[in-house]
């Protein structure tokens, strides 16, 4: 019966024993599949363009000039530059921001990989801790700033009941501690977001994959280290870049904290950029400061980006 014959489509020509042509994919006429115009992404540019590239742009201009925020700017070339870079807080400020950056990579990248593939999984009541844990992620910076220096006050808070933990109780009279108090806190707080990451990102890993181990005897501890790590490689570059960016731009916990004391033990760039403008009145300097800042983040981004092999990631499944 006809019905029962199947076409040949095969190009006029075509050896009988060749396959056939695959059938040419037909192109999206409006239907709302595929990529997008580029018209989608303009109010993302206006947006970036108007309150980051333009005071970005006025930063720099102001750089080389001299301001005290009332009379009109006065162009002064690299005198600001100069002025900067002989001045040993300005060193101290970067070295301090970069420890603490270090620091806080550390402390933070294991713990919140480690909670963020526990939280991924299906124990039992994970869901309850998991939402308790998130809290401090909901509170301003300046929140919890506020929260832990009431609570570490050398005067009324926990250290002056338990001085055989704390010693005199004066957690912000040194250096060390004043640093241990701005990485616990900032730990305490911006865990929470990494974790987040992980667990969706470790939530997207295929199962097959731990099924497959499972078979081959492979323990949690192998299965870990074999599939999990390299599986969230993408996400722990993004995680350690938000870090660093986020490290070298801190600004209120320290403010609030330790006011960049005792001295200027504690008194990172972006402190230092407040006290120059705010303080002292000198905006050109502090824009200095600020462009610096910019700079260094961006370099440090793009070194991280390079060595880690993440700008050669093409495939669209984590890790892959």
């Known amino acids: 019966m006809t019905s029962d014959l199947i076409t040949d489509r095969r190009p006029a020509g075509a050896h009988a024993g060749a396959p056939a042509a695959p059938p040419r994919p037909r192109k999206d006429h409006g239907t709302g599949v595929g990529r997008p115009g580029v018209g989608w992404a303009v109010p993302a540019a206006v947006f970036f363009g108007l309150f980051a590239l333009v005071p970005l742009v006025l930063v720099a201009v102001l750089s080389f000039a001299s301001w005290n925020g009332l009379t009109d700017p006065e162009f002064v070339g690299l005198d600001n530059w100069r002025k900067l870079f002989a001045d040993p807080v300005l060193l101290k400020s970067l070295w301090l921001s970069v420890l603490l950056t270090v620091l806080g990579v550390v402390v933070q990248t294991p713990l919140s990989l480690l909670l963020g593939v526990w939280a991924a999984g299906h ?54 501690t004043a640093i241990g108090v701005l990485v616990f806190v900032s730990t305490w707080q911006f865990t929470p977001l990494h974790t987040l990451i992980y667990q969706g990102a470790a939530r997207a890993i295929p199962p097959v994959l731990y099924q497959a181990a499972q078979i081959d005897g492979a323990g949690t501890v192998r299965q870990f280290f074999s599939i999990t790590l390299p599986q969230l490689r993408n996400s722990i570059i993004t995680s350690m870049i938000l ?52 700079l260094v983040a961006t370099i440090v981004s793009l070194v991280m980006v390079r060595l880690s092999g993440y700008d050669k990631m093409r495939s669209q499944m984590e890790g892959l």
């Open 123 to 176: 124990q039992r009541n994970r869901a309850v801790l998991s939402a308790i844990y998130f809290v401090p992620l909901l509170l301003s910076a300046a929140a919890v700033s506020v929260l832990w220096r009431a609570v570490l006050d050398p005067n009324f808070g926990v250290p002056s009941q338990a001085t055989w933990l704390f010693g005199d109780g004066n957690l912000f009279g040194h250096q060390s």
């Open 243 to 294: 870090m660093v960016v986020g490290g070298l731009t801190t600004f209120d916990t320290v403010l609030i904290l330790t006011q960049g004391g005792p001295g200027t033990d504690t008194t990172i760039s972006a402190y230092y950029m407040y006290q120059k403008a705010f303080k002292s009145f000198d905006y050109g300097s502090a824009s200095a400061v600020g462009l610096l800042l910019v």
